[in-house]
């Protein structure tokens, strides 16, 4: 068996990788606090006060506190996916800062690793920051909401895995035009973040069923809004294929590009 199809054998060293990119994001950290807590304040203002005045009430809560919920988990997606591909592309080729690491005791999955948890971590910080504005705005219905923020790490490691593939792949930043239009996009939109799928036509409720986006949602919107959540184990099921499956094929197309 090739090299790179081997399973991953990471090592502590991937919070070396971590530490390394904390640090550099920690010089970058007030850009940082704008994006994650200017964005959320424009959705939950502009859609969730503006629009939400024409649509009223979603069943027992208001639509801002349904939007809010959706966006704690939407906001993973973005963060995620922005993350492992334009930064992750960015180390991997113009910088050269991986082929810098694996001068050191680092290997490709160590630095793979340390990826998907920084991918993670950014995505959690972003979801923590929703929820504190959405908090503030009175959009938060029950502290279970707190639960909501290791379930944020998790959707962060699962979306870092598609991202760090297409960086992996990518000859340029145009490429990942194909990843947001084709795969982000249509999460964002179709997957519950606006309004509940059931309103969608039959074939595409059963289409966003097997993206990953949904279970989160489905996770984390209850949480919000302090009530019951249904079919656990089929959601974290999901989630947790993902996460797996992305993380054993990152490792392998990043070996590839960098030993081939």
Partial sequence: MPYYYRLPQPSYRAFYVLKRNFLVWRKLLGPALVLHFGEPIIYLFGLGLGLGHFVGD??????????????????????????????????????QTYNAMLTTPINTDDIITGEFMWCATKATMSSIAILTVAFLMGAVESMM??????????????????????????????????YFTLFVTPMFVLCGVFYPISVLPELMQSFVQVLPLTHAIALIRPLVLGQ???????????????????YYIAIAVVRKRLFI
């Fill in 228 to 246: 019951e959540v249904t079919q656990v184990v089929l959601h974290l099921g999901v989630i947790l294929a993902y996460t797996l499956v992305g």
């Fill in 58 to 95: 979603m069943g027992e809560v208001s639509y801002l506190a349904f939007l809010a919920a959706g966006v704690v988990a939407s906001s993973a997606l973005m963060t995620a996916s922005m993350e492992g591909t334009y930064s992750v592309f960015t180390r991997m080729v113009p910088q």
């Fill in 145 to 178: 909401a707190l639960i909501a923020i290791p379930i944020a790490f998790l959707c962060g490691l699962c979306f870092a895995g598609p991202a760090i593939i297409m960086a992996s792949c990518s000859p340029s930043y145009d490429f990942f035009n194909y």
